[in-house]
């Protein structure tokens, strides 16, 4: 068993996986970490990197033979030809909806670090109060003075581009330089500032594409805006590109792939856990490897769907289910909601390169001082500006080659904005496992009671008014707001289930990320999460990974676990 | 495509109608099974023709040279639901047999010229389809949207069929963008280009920039 024994196990190879195994292998430990699907390798596996729209049969389209095998992938964007194979196969990862959740997800080395958004921003105090504030769940038992510094180390490490723009709610960070607003966006975000006397702003969004070289990572962005294919270049922050050749160059790390863990070794009489138990993907081997810690970076719920399979002889439902809490406060961003309209005038202006990255609109309602809404906290949005391209529909203009020649140019401005609200944590918004339907590694399938209320469905009348008074203070024209409708999931930000807290009762995880029942397991995905916030959560996890990381270590080596 | 894209898209494809962006985004399609017929070799030879028209050589190349036909029936088959596919394939029928009543013979045997006066007559007529199709389902959205505010339960989209004009129109037009040719030749195609500027001139008659996908 030599050879199984290490100093730390992490789970997950995604965004948390990868910084959890950055920081631990820096430090000293021997690291092992376990990723359940295939392995991708940086530049070489990405097979769509490089690959022009006439080489896919459906030039980037779905199929109906597509519709039909991938059943939850379908109900939003990620289902199209261009990156298929970095989606986990609906059919191998069957789980059950109570309620409708949509549930994407991304097995393979990397993890959804590959196809992620990018889109990095810090937290703030409005947030970390929040709950204690409005007498909602529980208070957080971090404040944004505890995460700052962690924020600077993941910033200037993952390479985040961004503008500092001083607002208290929207913390800013160690930024490389900002993207270009094109000539709508600036005029639009000086008229919305104007308009709303600097109450609202539109920035460029802060994104973890690299607008310059950093150390590590020999090139920047190349502007082509098709990260989610794998980037050749490495311009954006990935597991491949960035914490997985850190950990690798200590020496320090192994990884295996095709491991699934089915559960952690708990040893009761010392309250710790001794390693995890692992079935092998592709051979249902079971396994078992020691280490002094663990690290639970599964992502949200797969993370918990190991506490809840743990020690079941001594909790029936799980590790850190005393707290009542386990699998409990499920939250995630709702969105598919905003407006559009178009921009008269600057038609001899234009923009070169493709950015990944557009514009965003931090939150601006329920702020300390202002007028209360009927709903509590807020939203963000996300949008941009540009000119139409050949897909527009151009009325005027029949068929033939003024058709051609028209289409093969820049065609009006569009401008549109689309929101992110934050979803509140409620207790019955739950997952739980299923007692009778397994997967095909006989596991039990997590099942999603999970639906946005009250709060949610308010909000979302502002963020479509909202959005429209603000496009037409702006002076952009046939402004239509609109409401896709959304399912809890479909945000990709699944978060709670094991949140933090100051008291075991109420909390699975205390203020370092440690399981509160069993010191030496510490979760850092987004299960953590105490409240969403409104702002994309990735950044987060990164800065609290590396936090407990440092932390852990720190203990280890007092002999406190 | 990303989220941002996808957000502005869907906002942009409210009130028209997008066959194209409905195959890239729809995730509430019928869920009827294609089972798909076979194109002939002068099916594809007739759509090449059908494409050329709305999409002819210029000085840069034509829909035909980009071979959109042929593509054209690879979408119609993996991509179209089965009542798709159906209003396709009668289509062309319905398309030859305007021909005739128009210029007295088939679409393949008529001149270019002639061609393109059918076309410009269907178009108009699609168009004014589309815009009847787009009154309903805005319609029964509303409909839709009141339904929703008492319970959850899917309120069932009663809507008009797609005009097989619009399928062929769109699906030249992104055929043709997406082909080698027509993003080489028809856009200004820049795969790598190593930097964004935000703000730069532009003289009307300028392609458009188009990036690999």
């Known amino acids: 068993m030599a050879n199984n024994t290490y100093d730390a196990?992490?789970?997950?190879?995604?965004?948390?996986?990868?910084?959890?195994?950055?920081?631990?292998?820096?430090?000293?430990?021997?690291?092992?970490?376990?990723?359940?699907?295939?392995?991708?390798?940086?530049?070489?596996?990405y097979a769509d990197s490089n690959k022009p729209a006439w080489e896919y049969p459906h030039r980037g389209g779905r199929t109906q033979k597509m519709i039909d095998d991938y059943p939850v992938l379908k109900r939003d964007y990620p289902l199209n030809e261009r990156n298929l194979s970095f989606w986990a196969v609906d059919k191998d990862s069957p789980y059950v909806e109570?309620?409708?959740?949509?549930?994407?997800?991304?097995?393979?080395?990397?993890?959804?670090?590959?196809?992620?958004?990018?889109?990095?921003?810090?937290?703030?105090?409005?947030d970390f109060e929040a709950n204690a504030k409005d007498g909602i769940a529980i208070d957080w038992p971090i404040r944004y003075k505890d995460i700052a510094p962690w924020y600077d180390h993941a910033e200037t490490f993952a390479g985040i581009s961004g503008s500092k723009e001083g607002l208290p709610q929207l913390p800013d960070?160690?930024?490389?330089?900002?993207?270009?607003?094109?000539?709508?966006?600036?005029?639009?975000?000086?008229?919305?500032?104007?308009?709303?006397?600097?109450?609202?702003?539109?920035?460029?969004?802060?994104?973890?594409?690299?607008?310059?070289?950093?150390?590590?990572?020999?090139?920047p962005c190349q502007y082509r805006n098709i990260c989610s294919n794998g980037c050749p270049f490495g311009g954006y922050f990935s597991t491949q590109s960035s914490t997985l050749p850190a950990a690798n160059a200590t020496g320090n790390l192994t990884l295996r792939t095709f491991s699934i863990v089915t559960d952690i070794i708990y040893d009761k009489d010392t309250k710790k856990a001794k390693g995890v138990r692992v079935v092998d993907a592709r051979t249902n081997e079971a396994l078992e490897f020691n280490s002094k810690i663990v690290f639970l970076c599964?992502?949200?719920?797969?993370?918990?769907?190991?506490?809840?399979?743990?020690?079941?002889?001594?909790?029936?439902?799980?590790?850190?289910?005393?707290?009542?809490?386990?699998?409990?406060?499920?939250?995630?961003?709702?969105?598919?909601?905003?407006?559009?309209?178009?921009?008269?005038?600057?038609?001899?202006?234009?923009?070169?390169?493709?950015?990944?990255?557009?514009?965003?609109?931090?939150?601006?309602?329920?702020?300390?001082?202002?007028?209360?809404?009927?709903?509590?906290?807020?939203?963000?949005?996300?949008?941009?500006?540009?000119?139409?391209?050949?897909?527009?529909?151009?009325?005027?203009?029949?068929?033939?080659?003024?058709?051609?020649?028209?289409?093969?140019?820049?065609?009006?401005?569009?401008?549109?904005?689309?929101?992110?609200?934050?979803?509140l944590p409620y207790h019955d918004n739950m997952i739980s496992l299923s007692k009778d339907k397994k997967d095909k590694?006989?596991?039990?399938?997590?099942?999603?009671?999970?639906?946005?209320?009250?709060?949610?469905?308010?909000?979302?009348?502002?963020?479509?008014?909202?959005?429209?008074?603000?496009?037409?203070?702006?002076?952009?024209?046939?402004?239509?707001?609109?409401?896709?409708?959304?399912?809890?999931?479909?945000?990709?930000?699944?978060?709670?289930?094991?949140?933090?807290?100051?008291?075991?009762?109420?909390?699975?995880?205390?203020?370092?990320?440690?399981?509160?029942?069993?010191?030496?397991?510490?979760?850092?995905?987004?299960?953590?999460?105490?409240?969403?916030?409104?702002?994309?959560?990735?950044?987060?996890?990164?800065?609290m990974t590396a936090r407990a990381a440092d932390f852990a270590v720190k203990e280890l080596k007092k002999g406190n676990i | 495509m990303n989220r941002r894209e996808l957000l502005k898209m869907i906002a942009a494809a409210t009130g028209g109608a997008m066959i194209g962006g409905e195959l890239l985004l729809s995730g509430c399609k019928s869920e009827t099974k294609s089972a798909p017929v076979a194109f002939t070799a002068e099916n594809i030879a007739f759509l090449d023709e059908v494409a050329e028209t709305i999409l002819p050589q210029t000085n840069t190349a034509g829909a035909k040279a980009a071979g959109v036909g042929r593509f054209m029936?690879?979408?119609?088959?993996?991509?179209?639901?089965?009542?798709?596919?159906?209003?396709?394939?009668?289509?062309?029928?319905?398309?030859?047999?305007?021909?005739?009543?128009?210029?007295?013979?088939?679409f393949m045997k008529a001149t270019p010229e002639q061609r393109k006066a059918l076309l410009v007559s269907v178009d108009k007529e699609t168009n004014d389809y589309i815009k009847k199709?787009?009154?309903?389902?805005?319609?029964?959205?509303?409909?839709?949207?009141?339904?929703?505010?008492?319970?959850?339960?899917?309120?069932k989209k009663q809507t008009m069929p797609n005009h097989y004009f619009q399928q062929l129109k769109q699906l030249a037009i992104f055929g043709y963008f997406t082909s080698e040719k027509g993003r080489t030749e028809g856009l200004r195609y820049t795969p790598v280009p190593g930097k964004f500027q935000g703000v730069i001139d532009y003289k009307k008659g300028e392609k458009a920039f188009a990036g690999l996908t």
């Open chain 1, 298 to 423: 599964a992502s949200t719920f797969p993370s918990t769907a190991i506490l809840m399979r743990t020690a079941t002889d001594i909790w029936p439902d799980g590790l850190g289910s005393s707290s009542g809490e386990l699998g409990h406060n499920v939250m995630d961003h709702h969105l598919k909601l905003g407006a559009v309209g178009d921009m008269e005038g600057f038609e001899d202006k234009y923009y070169s390169g493709f950015r990944p990255n557009g514009i965003y609109i931090p939150r601006f309602r329920n702020l300390p001082g202002d007028e209360k809404r009927n709903y509590l906290r807020g939203f963000g949005y996300q949008g941009s500006a540009s000119r139409e391209s050949w897909s527009r529909q151009v009325a005027e203009l029949s068929i033939g080659a003024d058709l051609k020649e028209a289409l093969g140019q820049p065609g009006k401005w569009t401008m549109g904005i689309g929101g992110f609200g934050e979803m």
């Open chain 2, 133 to 155: 199709k787009a009154d309903l389902e805005n319609q029964q959205k509303e409909k839709q949207k009141q339904g929703q505010e008492k319970s959850t339960d899917d309120f």
């Open chain 1, 441 to 543: 590694w006989n596991m039990p399938q997590i099942v999603f009671d999970v639906e946005f209320k009250e709060n949610e469905k308010n909000m979302r009348k502002d963020i479509v008014a909202d959005a429209v008074e603000m496009l037409e203070a702006a002076g952009v024209k046939n402004v239509k707001g609109h409401d896709e409708g959304c399912e809890p999931g479909w945000g990709i930000h699944e978060m709670g289930t094991a949140r933090m807290g100051r008291d075991p009762k109420t909390s699975v995880l205390n203020s370092n990320n440690q399981v509160w029942d069993c010191k030496n397991v510490f979760v850092t995905d987004g299960s953590f999460m105490t409240s969403a916030s409104c702002v994309n959560p990735s950044l987060t996890y990164m800065a």
């Open chain 1, 173 to 219: 960070g160690k930024f490389l330089p900002p993207m270009d607003m094109n000539i709508v966006e600036q005029t639009v975000a000086a008229r919305i500032k104007d308009h709303y006397k600097n109450k609202r702003t539109m920035i460029i969004g802060r994104t973890a594409n690299l607008t310059q070289t950093i150390p590590g990572r020999p090139s």
């Open chain 1, 9 to 45: 196990i992490v789970v997950g190879s995604g965004i948390s996986g990868g910084w959890a195994a950055k920081e631990l292998t820096e430090k000293g430990l021997k690291v092992l970490m376990l990723e359940r699907g295939h392995h991708i390798e940086h530049i070489k596996d």
């Open chain 2, 73 to 106: 029936t690879v979408m119609v088959n993996d991509c179209y639901t089965k009542d798709d596919q159906e209003i396709f394939h009668k289509g062309l029928t319905t398309l030859d047999d305007a021909c005739n009543k128009m210029h007295g013979h088939g």
């Open chain 1, 98 to 126: 109570k309620k409708p959740f949509g549930w994407f997800r991304g097995y393979h080395t990397g993890g959804r670090s590959l196809m992620w958004g990018r889109q990095s921003y810090r937290l703030s105090d409005l």
